[in-house]
C-alpha cells in the first residue's frame, strides 16, 4: 500500500493556518476595496496559447501544462504517440496538451479584458485573490502551488494610480505589522535607454532576464551571463557602471540622469520615476536601478516589495505598468498598472517574526464542559443561545474528568471554558475560565453573551 503524500512544493493548511491566512487576506481585501477596487475571479486553468509567450523564456518553462483527457482512446494513439515526439524535441503540441493552469493572476485578467472590453466601463479597476501554479523548483519561501492577491487598473495612464498602489503596499505592511518593508522602484523604459546606450535596444529582453538575476546570483555571473548572451566587453563595461550606482535616491536620480541624459526613453522614465518617487514619499519608497523584473509584459514603473531584512525570504511582492497587455490579444490601446501580494511568503515572515493577533489561530472562543447528562443538556441550550449571538463555541463530546477536558481545550487553543455544573444548572449560572490569565468568574447565564461581545 502506498504511504500517503502530497506533490513537492504543495501544503495541506490546517484551520490554524488557514485562520493565520484568512488575517491576511482580509487586511488585504479590505484594503483594496477602500482603493475602490472590486473583486474578480478567473479559471484556475487556461488555454495554453493565452499563457506561452508571455512570461519570457524563464517563465514559459514554468507553466504546468494538462495532459489532455482521452490519450488512451485507441483512435488517438498515434496522435499522441507523435505529440510526444514532438516534447521530446521541445516543442509544443496540441495532440498531448491545450490548457495549462494559471502562471499568475494577470494574464489571465488581460484575457479577460480583452474578452469583456466592449461591456467595461474604464478605467476598471479590479481585485483577485487566487492560487496560481509554476513548476519551480521548491524551497524555502517558493511553492509549486501559492496565492497570489493582484490589484490592477487599466483603462488610464495616469501616474497617480502607480502613487496609490504605492500607498497600498504601505497600507497593507502597516496593518499587518510588517513595519521595516521596503518597496523598490524602477522604470522599464530606463532599462530600455541602458540597450539603446549599449547599442543593443533589440537585447532588452536578454539584459533584464541578466540583471533580473543580480541579487541571486552576483555581479560577476551577470557579466558572465552578458557575455554569453553575446554582448561586448564595452556593453558590458556600460552595464556594469549602471548596475553600480549607489546612493540616496535623490543621488541615484542625479547619477541615472547624467548616464542616460541623452536618451528621450531614459529621460521619459526618469521623469515617471521621479513622480512617483515625490508622490509617494510618505512609503518607504527606494529607487532600485538594478531592478528588472524579467516579465516582457512591463514597460514602465516596476515595484518589488521586500520582507524585513531580519527575515531571509526577498520578495514578498512585485508588480508595474504594461501599456499594451490586452494587445497579445488583438485588443491594443488599453493601458494598465498593477501589483500583487505574496501571501505565501507574507505568511512565513509574519510566523517567524512573531505578527499575528493572538485571536488569528483559533476559532472557537470557549469550550463547554460536558458534566453530566442533565447537565449537558442544559448546557447545549446556553451553547446554542450563545451560537445565535454570534459566539463560537462547542462542547466536549462526552463525560470525562475535568483534567482531561482541561487538556482538550489548551491543545486546541480554545481561549475560554464554560463549566455548567449541577448546581450552576440549578441556579442558572455558570463558571467562565480564562485560560490565558487563569482567572475564573461566576456569570449568570443571561448574561453569557455579553461577556463574550464585550
Not at 328 to 348: A, H, K, N, Y
Amino acid at each position: 500500500m502506498a504511504k500517503p503524500s502530497i506533490p513537492q512544493g504543495t501544503r495541506d493548511f490546517p484551520a490554524a493556518v488557514i485562520k493565520k491566512r484568512e488575517h491576511i487576506f482580509s487586511v488585504i481585501r479590505n484594503v483594496f476595496e477602500t482603493y475602490g477596487f472590486e473583486p474578480l475571479e478567473t479559471p484556475a486553468m487556461e488555454n495554453l496559447e493565452t499563457l506561452t509567450g508571455k512570461y519570457g523564456e524563464e517563465g514559459d518553462k514554468l507553466i504546468f501544462k494538462i495532459l489532455n483527457n482521452g490519450l488512451n482512446n485507441e483512435k488517438n494513439l498515434e496522435k499522441a504517440r507523435a505529440g510526444f515526439e514532438q516534447l521530446l524535441l521541445g516543442r509544443s503540441s496540441t495532440a498531448i496538451t491545450e490548457r495549462a493552469l494559471k502562471y499568475d493572476l494577470t494574464i489571465p485578467f488581460a484575457r479577460y479584458v480583452a474578452m469583456n472590453h466592449t461591456r467595461l466601463s474604464f478605467p476598471f479597476r479590479r481585485y483577485q485573490l487566487q492560487p496560481v501554479w509554476r513548476a519551480d523548483r521548491p524551497q524555502k519561501g517558493r511553492y509549486r502551488e501559492f496565492t497570489q492577491c493582484d490589484a490592477d487598473v487599466v483603462g488610464s495612464t495616469s501616474l497617480f494610480n502607480e502613487v496609490e498602489l504605492a500607498n497600498i503596499y504601505h497600507d497593507v505592511f502597516l496593518k499587518l505589522g510588517l513595519t521595516d518593508y521596503s518597496l523598490r522602484i524602477n522604470n522599464r523604459k530606463i532599462l530600455a535607454a541602458l540597450a539603446e546606450l549599449c547599442g543593443s535596444p533589440d537585447q532588452l529582453t536578454e539584459l533584464t532576464v541578466a540583471i533580473d538575476k543580480l541579487d541571486k546570483i552576483g555581479l560577476e555571473k551577470v557579466k558572465e551571463e552578458l557575455a554569453q548572451r553575446m554582448l561586448t566587453d564595452s556593453q558590458i563595461s556600460i552595464i556594469e557602471s549602471y548596475l553600480l550606482i549607489a546612493g540616496t535616491n535623490e543621488e541615484k536620480l542625479m547619477q541615472i540622469k547624467a548616464l542616460l541624459g541623452n536618451s528621450a526613453t531614459g529621460l521619459e522614465g526618469i521623469a515617471e520615476l521621479e513622480t512617483v518617487y515625490q508622490h509617494a514619499k510618505n512609503t518607504r519608497l527606494v529607487i532600485d536601478l538594478t531592478l528588472a523584473r524579467g516579465l516582457n509584459y512591463y514597460t514602465g514603473t516596476i515595484f518589488e516589495a521586500k520582507a524585513p531584512e531580519a527575515v531571509n525570504m526577498g520578495s514578498i511582492g512585485g508588480g508595474g505598468r504594461y501599456d499594451d497587455l490586452t494587445g497579445l490579444f488583438d485588443v491594443p490601446g488599453i493601458p494598465g498598472v498593477g501589483i500583487s501580494f505574496g501571501v505565501d511568503r507574507i505568511f512565513d515572515v509574519m510566523e517567524e517574526l512573531s505578527l499575528f493577533p493572538e485571536t488569528a489561530g483559533s476559532g472557537v472562543q470557549a469550550l463547554f464542559f460536558h458534566m453530566g447528562k442533565a447537565e449537558s443538556e442544559y448546557a447545549f441550550t446556553v451553547m446554542q443561545q450563545l451560537r445565535a449571538k454570534g459566539v463560537a463555541c462547542v462542547m466536549y463530546h462526552e463525560e470525562a474528568k475535568l483534567a482531561k477536558q482541561f487538556n482538550y481545550a489548551e491543545k486546541k487553543q480554545v481561549p475560554f471554558v464554560v463549566i455548567i455544573g449541577s448546581r450552576e444548572k440549578e441556579e442558572q449560572t455558570c463558571q467562565v475560565k480564562n485560560l490565558s490569565s487563569g482567572v475564573q468568574e461566576l456569570i449568570p447565564v443571561d448574561q453569557l453573551s455579553g461577556y463574550f461581545n464585550k
